[in-house]
Each structure stands twice: as structure tokens, then as C-alpha cells.
């Protein structure tokens, strides 16, 4: 195990860049096109390739610029096979229940219907939220050439496979919960959610923007096989520099009525300012679940691979909170910085409460970021490789159940992994190395480790190594190339799974 200082993030080595779509179009610095070609569980069970790369005088090819156009191509590649296999969205889209117009609802075999009903966020409460169904009888990608915005939905994908998402922005999904007192499992609002009404497989999420939502970003329920998320970027809510974010307006919507809403008010009126909820808030609770039923026969199935993924101020499932199944992380930035920071200033308006009124902060509210890293239960298996976890508590948990259950255990382990923890004083503890490694902070500490091994027939890698980044190097790297609206290349790039040097 090696300890390192400050330096660690400093540029260590020059990048070799290799040409991908044409040799005339500029790459991101350092990040050679080949990067982001498709790995991981998705390429397994016959591959993905979604609708393929067909041009856009193809009358399977759709681009879409209203929510009824989207809507209707959705249908239309329910409905039939190979009737759509290409859906460009060229516009940001607002598809709230209340926003969608007469006709996308009236559609004979309308995909779009109306999800959870908002209670107390004024916009969300004008718009209305919905559930696109997307159940495409064959292959079928959908993109953004320039990384549009999609607010008030949930992608439901299900009773399908082959599907491929990509450079699009997720917004505006996130209320205040008094129904559960900050438990958030009243509205189960998730940007995305697989094999709900139908098991799912062969499914690449790429190069999209998560904001926040409700419950958590994408949720995989039993039966969900082959998936992979790569390049993706989770940024929470930016209630700290804008005035007008989404959190924003709902604590001044709050504060505008505090008696009406018992939680709310009990912070205020225990030392908690709007400017302390919006700092501690604006964090994503929860990342990916992958088995929504304890026990359930269909979780064995289950397998992810999440690679270049980043982080920021997300508490929990960073990624994923796992039961059952295998999933293979790489190249993950886990960064709660924010959200240690956030922890601190709800820890130190805790402390000056009197101890009867602590004890309800503790007991009946849920106001605190947990800051849980990737969680292995119920005979899972997570390997996590060349990965970094900064300020993060827990990077590695195998129960959340019972820790006297072995039933309810996971195996979980880290490879060459760096661990960062800044304590009060701003200074930095790094640790690098395996999470088997004597004394290694990254644990998983909860129940007895149980020695890793994949849940494949022979106990095998279920796939070869991919190519995998320096974890140094893994800020500059997303910084370049995560998340939607990033990358300025070639659209067609968008439609292939593996980028050839020209």
C-alpha cells in the first residue's frame, strides 16, 4: 500500500492520441476517440448496437424536435420491429404530464403516461411528471448530437433489449419529502428504471448528465442483464452558485409556508438557515440500485459494468447498492467533497440543538448525507479496479441488512483504488492500493469479508480486462470527455459502438 501527497493529481504522463471517426476532428485533450468505444457486460449476450448506423434519409431514422415527435417515435419502435431504429432529439424537451400536448396523450398505444403526482415543488406541480415506456420490438438508439435536456420523465425501459442511450441531460425530478420525513420513498421518481413490467438486457447508457432526482438515478430491478454506463456525470443540484436552481425553489416555496410543513419547520426553528438546507441538500441521495426485492430469485441475473463514470456529491450507491448478481467498476470518480462538507454543517447545527431536539433530528428526520461508496449485498459480487474515492465514509459496504446474516452479506472488492479523506482542517490522507491490503481504509467494514470471486460458472472474469486509465489521471480524463454535451465530433460517431482509426 502506497501513500501519496498533493501531487497525486498533478499530469504525470503524456497521452498518446490516436485518430477515431476522421482525421480532421479535434479530440478531446488527451482522451483518444477509442476510449469511448462500448465495453463491459454490454458487449456480452450477442452484443448491443442498438439501431445501428443508418443514415438519416433512412425512414427508420427519426429526429425529433417536439415532445409529440419523440412520443410518436417512441410508439412507432414499440409497435414494430425495425419501424424506428434511430431517434435524434434535437431540441431540449419538456415532457411533464401537465407539458405534453392533447396529441401525444390521444396517440392510439401512447407510450407516455402520468407518473407519481407531485406534492410540493411549485414547478413540478405545474408540469406534472411522466413515465415513457420504451419497449422497442428490435434494436433502437436514441441521442443527442449536442446533449439536449429531458425534464419531468422517467425512462422506463422494459420487456426489451438491445438499447443504447446517449449524450442527453436529465433535469428536474427532485421535491422536498414530507411524506417520508427525508426517506424519499413516496414518489419513486428515477430518471431511469429497468425491467419494470419486463426483464431488460443489453442496455449502454453513455455520455449523460444526471441532475437530481427524487429516488435515485437509474434503478435496475430482477431480471436486468448485460448493461453498461460509461462516461456519465452526476452533478446533483447547483443551489450553491444559482439563485434560481430547482432546489432553490422549492425551499423558497417552503419558507414561504413553514408551519404547513412539520420537517422543514423543525430545522428552521432548531438553527438550520434556507442557506445551510440548500448547501446540505443540493447533493443526489441515491445513485444506482440493481434489485429492488430482497431475495428475489431474478437478482442472480443481474450484471453491470460501470466504467468513467464522475461523482459529484452523490450519498449513496456510487455504484450500485447491489443484491445479488456481478458488477465489474472502473475507472470510477467518486467525489464527495461537497457532500462531506455538507455532513459537517449538518453535524455542527446538531451539536448546538439541546439533546431532546437531537434526538428528533436523528430519529424522526432523515437530513444527513451518509456518503456510501459501492454496496455488495445478498451473494453480490463488485470488483472495483483503478477507481478513486474522495470523502467518502464508506467506500465499500458488503450489508446493509443484518451483519450477523451471512444470507445478507456481498463480496466487494478494490484493485489498485485510491482512497482520499480530508479531514477538518483541509488537510488530505491518500491511500493507494488493493482494499485487501493491511490496514486500507477503504473496507468494506460492516460484516465478515467474504473472499471475492465472480458469480460466473468457473468463477472467471466474465469478460477480458478492458483497456482501464491511471486512476491519477481520472479527473483531467472526465473532465474532457463525461457526461452529455462534452464531446464535438462527428453525430454519426454517436450511432457506433466501436470507433476505428480512419
Known amino acids: 500500500m502506497k501513500t501519496f501527497g498533493k501531487a497525486l493529481f498533478s499530469a504525470r504522463c503524456a497521452w498518446l492520441l490516436i485518430l477515431a471517426a476522421t482525421p480532421l476532428q479535434a479530440e478531446p485533450v488527451g482522451v483518444p476517440y477509442s476510449s469511448f468505444d462500448l465495453q463491459g457486460f454490454a458487449t456480452l449476450g450477442g452484443g448491443t448496437t442498438g439501431g445501428g448506423v443508418i443514415p438519416e434519409t433512412d425512414d427508420a431514422y427519426r429526429k425529433c424536435a417536439t415532445p409529440l415527435e419523440f412520443i410518436t417515435a417512441i410508439r412507432d419502435s414499440n409497435k414494430k420491429a425495425g419501424a424506428v431504429k ?63 435536456t429531458l425534464k419531468h420523465v422517467t425512462l422506463n425501459i422494459k420487456k426489451t433489449s438491445n438499447i443504447i442511450i446517449r449524450n442527453l441531460r436529465f433535469d428536474e425530478m427532485w421535491e422536498w419529502d414530507e411524506a417520508t420525513k427525508g426517506d424519499y420513498d413516496s414518489n419513486d421518481w428515477d430518471f ?24 435515485g438515478i437509474a434503478d435496475m430491478k430482477k431480471g436486468t ?32 409556508d413553514r408551519k404547513s410543513h412539520p420537517f422543514y419547520n423543525f430545522l428552521r426553528t432548531h438553527g438550520f438557515t434556507p442557506e445551510d438546507i440548500v448547501r446540505i441538500i443540493q447533493g443526489q441521495d441515491k445513485g444506482h440500485l440493481m434489485g429492488a426485492t430482497k431475495k428475489a430469485p431474478g437478482n442472480s441475473l443481474l450484471s453491470s459494468t460501470f466504467h468513467h463514470l464522475w461523482f459529484q456529491n452523490v450519498w449513496d450507491r456510487c455504484v450500485p447498492r447491489l443484491r445479488g448478481g456481478q458488477v465489474h467498476n472502473y475507472n470510477l470518480f467518486v ?12 453535524d455542527s447545527r446538531s451539536d448546538a440543538m439541546p439533546p431532546s431536539a437531537r434526538a428528533t433530528l436523528n430519529k424522526t428526520y432523515n437530513f444527513n448525507p451518509f456518503l456510501n461508496g459501492s454496496i455488495s449485498t445478498e451473494g453480490g459480487a463488485i470488483l472495483v479496479e483503478k477507481s478513486i474515492y474522495q470523502d467518502c465514509l464508506w467506500p465499500l459496504r458488503n450489508n446493509q441488512g443484518d451483519v450477523n446474516d451471512p444470507s445478507l452479506t456481498g463480496k466487494i472488492k478494490a484493485i489498485d483504488t485510491i482512497h482520499i479523506m480530508h479531514g477538518p482542517d483541509g488537510k488530505a490522507t491518500t491511500v493507494r492500493g488493493d482494499s485487501t491490503d493491511a490496514g486500507n481504509p477503504l473496507g468494506p467494514f460492516q460484516a465478515a469479508v467474504i473472499p ?32 452529455a454535451g462534452t464531446l464535438d465530433w462527428p453525430k454519426e460517431n454517436w450511432l457506433k459502438t466501436k470507433l476505428y482509426r480512419e
Not at 431511469?192 to 429516488?215: P, Q
Not at 457532500?339 to 459537517?344: C, D, E, N
Open 452 to 483: 471475492f470471486s465472480w458469480n460466473t460458472p468457473d468463477g472467471s472474469r466474465p469478460y477480458p480486462a478492458p483497456p482501464m486509465d491511471d486512476p491519477v489521471e481520472l479527473p483531467r480524463i472526465l473532465a474532457a470527455g463525461a457526461g
Open 86 to 148: 434511430v431517434i435524434e432529439i434535437t431540441a431540449d424537451l419538456n415532457l411533464g404530464w401537465n407539458e405534453i400536448d392533447a396529441a401525444s396523450k390521444a396517440l392510439a398505444s401512447t407510450p407516455i403516461r402520468c407518473h407519481a403526482p407531485p406534492k410540493l415543488h411549485p414547478t413540478l406541480i405545474a408540469s406534472g411528471v411522466s413515465m415513457l415506456d420504451i419497449a422497442a420490438k428490435s434494436g433502437l438508439t436514441i441521442f443527442s448530437a449536442k446533449g439536449v
Open 335 to 346: 467525489d464527495d467533497s461537497t457532500a462531506l462538507a455538507a455532513r459537517r454543517l449538518r
Open 225 to 256: 442483464q448485460n448493461v453498461t454506463f460509461s462516461w456519465c456525470r452526476y452533478v446533483g443540484d447547483d443551489g450553491a452558485t444559482n439563485p434560481r436552481s430547482h432546489v432553490r425553489l422549492q425551499i423558497a416555496a417552503l419558507e414561504a
Open 192 to 215: 431511469m428504471v429497468l425491467s419494470n413490467g419486463g426483464a431488460v438486457s443489453n442496455v449502454w447508457i453513455d455520455h449523460c448528465t444526471f441532475t437530481k432526482a427524487y429516488d
